[in-house]
């Protein structure tokens, strides 16, 4: 079965400052990849996904994230994080067709300060 | 689109109370997810169905919860009786074609 490891819990970073959120996957195969994002009291919003093709994807809010499959990562990347920013991120990973499951990693919290 | 629906935002209940929550997915889509979040297990996947059929319901906790979809625009998830562990928040995902888009979620609190 996949699962997905995000190894910062928690990460604080000033306002203007550059981003990098990590998440690595297990998976034989291609995988279906996402990067959530979840606002206090919110639901999650999806930022961006990867199912093929080129290996950098943009996403909303200026957020991107680089699929690599030597290392097993899909790390999500914002050039500078506004105060708005401030929230938990989530990756996932899902298997594809006929399965849409997803698998979460446990979440990073973002913290921006001024 | 108006997403996905969820109802109600906010429950509060005493223990041994039934409780229901529901869900509208959005139009067209053929999956349908039911999550559960809290702060010890993170966000847990308890059913999920495909055109309306349940598909894995392996992580339902037991058998108080039971979750039915009886059309493709809407879908319940029920406890009885319910109890102070089972506070959390319950969110509804659906998806098409591999992309789940949550719902905002039904924060309950048994007392």
């Known amino acids: 079965a996949q699962s997905v490891t995000q190894p910062d819990i928690h990460i604080t970073v000033s306002e203007g400052a550059s981003l990098e959120l990590r998440c690595n996957y297990s998976y034989g195969a291609t995988p279906y990849l996402f990067w959530y994002v979840q606002s206090p009291g919110q639901g999650l919003q999806l930022l961006l996904k990867?199912?093929?093709?080129?290996?950098l994807v943009q996403g909303i809010k200026g957020f991107e994230a680089e699929f690599k499959r030597s290392q097993s990562s899909f790390n999500l990347r914002k050039p500078s994080v506004h105060w708005s920013d401030a929230a938990e991120y989530f990756c996932a990973v899902g298997v594809g067709s006929n399965d849409y499951k997803l698998s979460f990693g446990a979440g990073t919290t973002v913290t921006v300060r001024a | 689109d108006a997403g996905v629906i969820q109802s109600p935002r906010h429950e509060v209940t005493e223990m041994g109370q039934e409780v229901t929550l529901r869900c509208k997915p959005i139009s067209g889509h053929d999956y349908l997810f039911w999550y559960r979040q809290t702060m010890m297990r993170g966000l847990e996947l308890l059913i999920y169905f495909n055109n309306n059929v349940p598909i894995d319901d392996s992580g339902m906790p037991e058998d108080r919860f039971s979750a039915k979809m009886p059309n493709a625009s809407f879908s319940t998830l029920k406890i009885q009786p319910s109890e102070p562990r089972d506070s959390a928040v319950y969110f509804c995902a659906s998806s098409l074609e591999g992309t789940q888009y949550f719902g905002p979620g039904t924060r309950l609190t048994v007392l």
């Open positions: 990867y199912f093929s093709g080129d290996t």
